[in-house]
């Protein structure tokens, strides 16, 4: 028995509209998997881990030795969260007639996490001889919060 619409046709067929081709129902169709499929991504985005830095930078004088701390963002605030530091050198250009500052003299003496596990602490070394520009220090601290929240 086939299936009749409240206009009185075949229910497929829409008056004024001409009917619904399989094109028409392959497009919804495609439609319905296309929103199934972003559904499912958005919530696999939800899922990732949030990741956070926060960067501080000092100048470090040549024969100098200075301290930097870079406190995590969100320390010990999540039970699961992980925690990292990453330090970089970065050369000045030696003004004038000046020596150059060379990276290889320049050690970091402690890189470790400090104030109970809520702060990065670095403690670096110039060893260039004086009159060589100052070498810039940079920190940063991050902190990898997995979701859920625990």
Known sequence: MEQRGAHGGPF????????IGAKALRAGGATAVGIAVLIAASSALAARPV??????SI???AGQT???TVPYPDALKYGNARYSGHT???LRPAGG???PASVTKVKIL???SVEGGSAFQVRA???NLAGTPAVRLQVTATTVEPLPHS
């Open 12 to 19: 497929w067929h829409r008056p004024g509209m001409g009917p």
């Open 51 to 56: 990741t956070k830095h926060q960067t501080g």
């Open 59 to 61: 100048s470090v004088a």
């Open 66 to 68: 200075r301290t930097l």
């Open 88 to 90: 970089a050198i970065e």
């Open 97 to 99: 007639s000046g020596r």
């Open 110 to 112: 402690k890189a470790v």
């Open 125 to 127: 070394y110039n060893g």
